[in-house]
């Protein structure tokens, strides 16, 4: 066997027991089941809307995402697992906005936070907080609208226990563009 799949056979043992080791999206893409690779894989085939999304398909931006939770979450390894799930949902709540004739997946983030929850078992045998993951997946959007909700929508999300998780997630991991 070639030295490099040795080391990369030996990153991924070891990164099985824990998804904050993961260096790259591959890596953590491989450690869960072959039916999770697949639906994370079909993104390719779904567009946004590049006025959010430049970047292109929700495959490119998911890595970007990953990329990005690896870069800066601090080997948290429920914000790397939630940056690979929060836009699953996409595929099938695919539609075009018949406003503007751009993609668009309403609801994505209720059926994204039900992947979540369908893989549960294989969540947490990587160290994740399903109920974490999955709270910061189901609201990734409404934070997004934080900044014109009346003054009570706004109190509600404060006094959520995942609103800092949100508020990092979506201002620093989940934003659209090419940069990491």
Request: hydrophobic share 35%; aromatic share 6%.
């Amino acid at each position: 066997m070639h030295k490099s799949m040795i080391k990369l056979k030996e990153i991924l043992q070891e990164a099985k027991r824990d998804a904050s080791l993961v260096k790259n999206f591959k890596e953590l893409l491989l450690m869960f089941p072959k039916e999770v690779r697949g639906k994370i894989m079909r993104l390719k085939c779904v567009p946004q809307n590049p006025k959010w999304h430049p970047e292109g398909n929700t495959l490119k931006h998911t890595i970007l995402v990953v990329r990005r939770a690896i870069e800066h979450s601090n080997k948290d390894a429920d914000m790397i697992i939630a940056a690979l799930f929060h836009d699953v949902g996409k595929y099938d709540t695919l539609g075009t906005n018949p406003k503007t004739g751009q993609p668009t997946a309403f609801g994505h983030e209720k059926v994204s936070a039900e992947e979540v929850e369908k893989y549960r078992d294989a969540i947490e045998s990587l160290g994740g907080n399903v109920n974490r993951i999955k709270a910061i997946v189901k609201d990734h959007m409404r934070i997004k609208k934080y900044g014109e909700m009346r003054q009570k929508k706004k109190e509600q999300m404060e006094a959520m226990e995942i609103f800092d998780d949100l508020k990092f997630f979506c201002n620093k991991l989940d934003k659209g563009g090419i940069d990491l």
